[in-house]
């Protein structure tokens, strides 16, 4: 475990921790650092400090699997041969790695290596186990390495087998390789010679033998032995791109996620067959399991932005595709006007899929469209952020430099720039369309988390600050890339959906004909089974008659009556079998011609008993029949009896014959009319009632209208129950009542009337000033402070006095104003002043004729702005109303809310005042139950009183809801 200042210094270790079998972590903290770990070994402890409670678990799960992989590595103090001191020997502590053996100062510098050996197919190795000695000798540069262990036999003959296991490995690649290249030939789709361009560049194109396989190209030359041998090697998967280049005549180029081939060959005809060929083997490769920007790709699946653009007009669409594999990309296209973005792939086309269709497919629908046209698209992924840039290399300048750059990724293009600032010009731009991208090790490039791009001969390495930074970026530019280049993994993701769904369409066609197959077979059995018994039976049918012609032979006689008893036996069992399948049966029919059958038979006797038993049978069968058909006939004489006698008293004995006719299966016909009947009668009866409640509520209140609507609602059904009569006397008393108060307030108001006129005559002055009064009071400022017109100063009359006969007058205009025709304003013969004096004793000054007209107009203009209030419509609003719903409404069974008629009720008596009008109340609630189901839901509540409020005088009314419901109000 080795530590650094920062991911950029990577050159220099701050320190390193040898990991042990011994080892242990464990979680810690420490003051200021919740999310520390401590690493303990034999030697030395470590404590580092997360930043965060995963960061920790993921540290410290990886430390333990390294401690894991600690017990089976192998590594130690060994003596080194060779060097200038201690008699050429040294001891030094050594690790066996994959490839390479390093050796180091000791055990606690294990990140500087002092030394390495790589090894190679051609190393070798020279053991000695009588010495515990080995020699490592690389036979392509001659260099040795000599070790010498203890004389502990376990270490030594575990680091001998460690090294063989790895030359062995080398030496099964070797075998593997050629093989390889047998099979290379055996299976190749193409091979040739082409001409290849050198990896460094330049105009000298050397030529190769190329061998394309269904998942690589092999790169061949003869050696120095006249044998083919393989100098490069070009894996094919998914994410592989293949274009032709202008990097010279028939120029091509191979992308692969580790590298780029460039090659040429001499004919246009041959560059097409070849990319023909290397396309086929792209789109059937299978991807890399192993590969991790892949399966972090897979993730981005998910992130997709899937779009579509419809197209109604017959005009140009003004998009311009462009073939990538056998995708349509969007070359060109304006956003604003298509809604179509550039680098954008086409799914579909009218609902139809094409992600596995051939572009010529593809492009053979979209010739001679006609609108409208439906296009869906999948958008190229879009990423923008911060990276460190390695620039390219001057030539003899081996340095590297480092530069942060601004990367976006959008439209199937990165660009980078200095900055994010808009105006910040362009550093670079890579097109993905034949691109790859590639992790990089930092021993390739001295950092940690770098990634690269390929492009053509344009390469780029990047690094993010973070593992998870760079794998975000590589996985995105990994699918961003893909749907560049066609499709890549995305293709063999959508052909194995597609052969998914294909095999359970044909394991369900299977299955089908797996029954169906099963079924013939066992038909074919059965058929077998009958025929083997038929012809079983058949053989002893030939037997006995064999048997029969042989025992003739011996006396006639015997024959005769062997062949009665026969006939007889057969007969009988004949009969037994017909009688016994007769009374499995159970049909009365079928057993009386059984019977009759048997008793034909003249060798079956009449006490077989088979036949006695099926007498005995029928009898009882035909006696089950006839209660059956007795019941079935008891109950249709009873419903028809109950159906002909059935009233709203008796329909329970209806029901009850309905029940017993549906128990014994009576006619249907006869079932349908009694059950129809029965809901008639149920819905009369449940009628009258309601009408008796209704006449019994009007009754109870003794209110005239209640009595007349409940009476001529009783009249519209015939119902002519006491009640009606009751309702009739007590409405002609409430008549006559009524009556007998108006005649009494008629005269009432005809004497006051009479004396009010007495009054006016005698307080009446001459004609002539009577009509000057009267004009100077119309022409009077009928303000109530104006002081100005004929007011007497030696009259003791004050404001007050006049305050108080405005409130009389006001209170009792109604009746004189009914009554006198010859008065202007209504006058009361009573004055509440402290003098006691009446009208009579003096004539009205012009202030007191004034304020009383005053107080007359502005009681008609409040009338009026009532009035106009109420026409305009209501003032209460929804919120209002459904807090008054909510107020009242119950919520049955998890049901939506709501309120039945006797809740109705009570609010439409809270806002009207009206008490005990239920008939007036329930059509008032049938106007609101708009869809007949017995209740009233949120929306059929506002509506109704909606309906009310735009009826003439019906906003003053829910304008009541209002005041019932306001800020402070509470309705109980």
Not at 129 to 156: M, P, Q, V, W
Not at 377 to 406: C, D, H, I, T
Not at 685 to 696: D, P, R, V, Y
Request: aromatic residues 6%; negative net charge.
């Amino acid at each position: 475990m080795t530590y650094y200042v920062d991911h950029n210094s990577i050159d220099k270790a701050k320190g390193d921790l040898l990991l042990t079998a011994e080892a242990s972590v464990e979680e810690s903290t420490m003051p200021g650092k919740p999310f520390c770990i401590t690493v303990t070994t034999p030697f030395h402890t470590l404590i580092v400090a997360a930043k965060d409670v995963d960061e920790r678990a993921a540290w410290k799960a990886a430390i333990e699997e390294s401690i894991m992989q600690a017990k089976n590595s192998i590594r130690g103090y060994i003596t080194k041969k060779g060097g200038l001191v201690d008699r050429g020997k040294s001891r030094k502590f050594f690790i066996l790695h994959d490839a390479a053996i390093t050796w180091h100062q000791d055990h606690e510098h294990t990140s500087a290596i002092q030394g390495m050996m790589k090894l190679t197919p051609e190393t070798t190795i020279a053991a000695n186990d009588d010495k515990h000695s080995i020699t490592l000798t690389d036979t392509s540069t001659n260099a040795t390495l000599g070790l010498r262990f203890d004389s502990n036999n376990h270490e030594y003959n575990a680091w001998k087998q460690g090294i063989m296991s790895i030359l062995n490995k080398f030496a099964a690649v070797e075998k593997a390789t050629v093989e390889r290249i047998e099979n290379a030939y055996e299976n190749a789709t193409k091979r040739g010679k082409l001409r290849m361009r050198p990896p460094k560049g330049g105009d000298v194109w050397d030529e190769y033998y190329f061998v394309l396989t269904a998942n690589e190209i092999l790169v061949m030359e003869k050696n120095a032995e006249g044998q083919m041998e393989v100098i490069d090697l070009y894996e094919i998967h998914p994410n592989c791109s293949v274009f032709e280049t202008n990097l010279g005549h028939y120029a091509f180029e191979l992308v692969t996620s580790k590298k780029v081939l460039h090659v040429m060959s001499d004919s246009r005809e041959s560059t097409s067959a070849w990319i023909h060929a290397i396309r086929s083997s792209i789109a059937n490769s299978q991807p890399e399991s192993d590969d991790p920007l892949l399966q972090a790709a897979l993730s981005k699946l998910e992130e997709d932005v899937f779009y579509d653009v419809s197209f109604h007009e017959d005009k140009p669409l003004g998009v311009v595709l462009e073939r990538s594999g056998e995708w349509a990309l969007v070359k060109l296209s304006n956003f604003r006007e298509t809604g179509v973005s550039i680098g954008s792939a086409l799914t579909s086309i009218n609902g139809e899929s094409c992600i596995l269709k051939s572009y010529a497919q593809t492009i053979e629908k979209l010739k001679n469209w006609k609108p409208p046209l439906h296009l869906g698209f999948r958008r190229a992924p879009r990423k923008s952020g911060y990276l460190v840039k390695l620039s390219r290399q001057r030539r003899g300048n081996s340095q590297k430099n480092w530069k942060e750059r601004f990367f976006v990724l959008e439209e199937g293009r990165l660009v980078y720039k200095e900055n994010e600032s808009p105006d910040a010009p362009v550093k670079g731009d890579v097109p993905l369309m034949g691109s790859a991208v590639s992790l990089m090790s930092s021993a390739e490039t001295g950092k940690f988390f770098c990634f690269r791009v390929v492009s053509g001969v344009t390469s780029l390495v990047m690094q993010g600050v973070t593992m998870d930074e760079m794998m975000d970026w590589a996985s995105t530019l990994y699918h961003a890339i893909a749907i560049a280049n066609g499709g890549a993994h995305i293709l063999s993701i959508e052909r194995k959906r597609v052969e998914e769904q294909e095999a359970r369409e044909r394991a369900r066609e299977e299955a089908i004909a797996a029954r169906a197959r099963e079924e013939a077979e066992a038909k074919r059995q059965k058929e077998e089974a009958e025929a083997k018994a038929r012809a079983e039976e058949e053989a002893r049918r030939k037997a006995a008659e064999e048997e029969a012609r042989r025992r003739a032979a011996l006396a006639e006689e015997e024959r005769l009556k062997l062949e009665a008893a026969d006939r007889k036996q057969k007969a009988v069992d004949e009969a037994c079998g017909l009688l016994t399948a007769a009374m499995s049966q159970d049909d009365s029919a079928a057993l009386a011609a059984a019977i009759k059958r048997a008793e034909g038979m003249e060798e079956v006797e009449s006490d077989l008993p088979v036949l006695v038993q099926a007498k005995e049978h029928l009898a009882a069968v035909q006696a089950r029949e006839e209660a059956v058909r007795q019941a079935r006939a008891d109950a249709e004489n009873t419903l028809i009896v109950a159906s002909e006698s059935a009233t709203m008293d008796n329909c329970d004995t209806l029901a009850s014959a309905l029940h017993a006719g549906e128990e014994a299966s009576v006619d249907q016909n006869l079932i349908n009319n009694a059950r129809a009947q029965l809901m008639a009668l149920r819905k009369e009866k449940a009628m009258i009632e309601e009408i008796k409640g209704i006449l019994n509520s009007a009754i109870a209140y003794e209110m005239a209208p209640s009595l007349e609507e409940a009476i001529e609602t009783a009249q519209s059904i015939k119902y002519c129950g006491p009640e009606v009569e009751e309702a009739r006397r007590l409405l002609e008393r409430l008549k006559v009542e009524e009556a007998r108060r108006v005649e009494e307030e008629n005269a009432r108001l005809a004497a006051e009337a009479a004396a009010l006129d007495a009054e006016m005559a005698a307080t009446a002055a001459s004609t002539e000033e009577e009509e000057k009064l009267v004009q100077e009071i119309e022409g009077v400022n009928l303000a109530p402070d104006s002081d100005e017109e004929g007011a007497d100063a030696g009259e003791d009359f004050d404001d007050d006095d006049i305050g108080a006969h405005e409130v009389e007058t006001v209170g009792g205009s109604s009746r004189a104003e009914s009554t006198t025709s010859t008065a202007g304003a209504s006058m009361s013969t009573d004055v509440s002043g402290s003098t006691g004096r009446t009208l009579g004793s003096r004539r009205p000054s012009l202030k007191d004729m004034g304020r009383k007209l005053g107080t007359r107009a502005e009681r008609l203009e409040k009338e009026a702005e009532r009035s106009r209030v109420t026409a305009e419509g209501s003032i209460t609003t929804d919120e209002q109303l459904e807090r008054c719903f909510h107020s009242y409404a119950r919520r049955v069974d998890d049901n939506e809310p709501s309120l039945n008629p006797m809740q109705f009720s009570t609010i439409f008596r809270l806002i009207t005042g009206e008490k005990g009008n239920l008939f007036k109340e329930m059509q008032m609630f049938q106007k609101f139950d708009k869809d007949n189901n017995g209740c009233l839901y949120h929306n059929d509540f506002v509506k109704g009183w909606r309906e009310v409020a735009n009826s003439p005088g019906g906003g003053t009314i829910v304008d009541k809801i209002g005041r019932l419901i306001g800020e402070d109000n509470v309705m109980l």
